[in-house]
T-cell receptor
Framework: DVKVTQSSRYLVKRTGEKVFLECVQD?????MFWYRQDPGLGLRLIYF???????EKGDIPEGYSVSREKKERFSLILESASTNQTSMYLC??????????????FGPGTRLTVL | SQQGEEDPQALSIQEGENATMNCSYK?????LQWYRQNSGRGLVHLIL?????REKHSGRLRVTLDTSKKSSSLLITASRAADTASYFC????????????????FGKGTKLSVIP
């Protein structure tokens, strides 16, 4: 079974802090994704990566950056956390479409609160 | 940008009844997928239907796809309290080209409550 793990289930940070959210997958997937989920807004894509050191902006990249130095690890960075970044953050991974189904496998989520 | 829109936003049924959720989308797709999310957890993939398929079954799940109407439905038969969750549809773009083709676009979800 694919396993996607996220470094923290709950995180509380102060405004202005630099925040790192880590995601690791164990199935050699090429693609990794970061979403945020807010009530009434569904899942919104922040960034995704289709290969090591490659990244693409999603729908809401402002205020975030990402890093993918190794295939299995994808990090989301909040350079200077703000209260409007309080949210549930979900990481996912998938194969390339050409390799078969592109279903995404999700981690358990990190609920981040910025005070 | 949101592509899939689920309907209804919330659904409450008695255990043993069937639950039907609908999803509409706007542009051409390669496939459509349904996911379940238990409260406060990550999403779990349920079923995928390709654009050239009309119906697919998996256990108590039945998914239909009507590409002419750009809509899909998820039917859960003989519902159980454990089916209580939010259900999301997600679409994969019709043309696999470029990095954007790897994305899925999720709807806002239907919140299903199954009352014991």
């Amino acid at each position: 079974d694919v396993k996607v793990t996220q470094s923290s289930r709950y995180l509380v940070k102060r405004t202005g802090e630099k925040v790192f959210l880590e995601c690791v997958q164990d199935m050699d997937h090429e693609n990794m994704f970061w979403y945020r989920q807010d009530p009434g807004l569904g899942l919104r894509l922040i960034y995704f990566s289709y290969d090591v050191k490659m990244k693409e902006k999603g729908d809401i990249p402002e205020g975030y950056s990402v890093s993918r130095e190794k295939k299995e690890r994808f990090s989301l960075i909040l350079e200077s956390a703000s209260t409007n970044q309080t949210s549930m953050y979900l990481c996912a991974s998938s194969l390339n479409p050409g390799q078969g189904y592109n279903e995404q496998f999700f981690g358990p989520g990190t609920r981040l609160t910025v005070l | 940008s949101q592509q899939g829109e689920e309907d209804p936003q919330a659904l409450s049924i008695q255990e043993g009844e069937n639950a039907t959720m609908n999803c509409s989308y706007k542009t051409s797709i390669n496939n459509l997928q349904w996911y379940r999310q238990n409260s406060g957890r990550g999403l779990v993939h349920l079923i995928l239907i390709r654009s050239n398929e009309r119906e697919k079954h998996s256990g108590r799940l039945r998914v239909t796809l009507d590409t002419s109407k750009k809509s899909s439905s998820l039917l859960i038969t003989a519902s159980r309290a454990a089916d209580t969750a939010s259900y999301f549809c997600a679409t994969a773009p019709g043309l696999y080209s470029g990095a954007g083709s790897y994305q899925l676009t999720f709807g806002k979800g239907t919140k299903l409550s199954v009352i014991p």
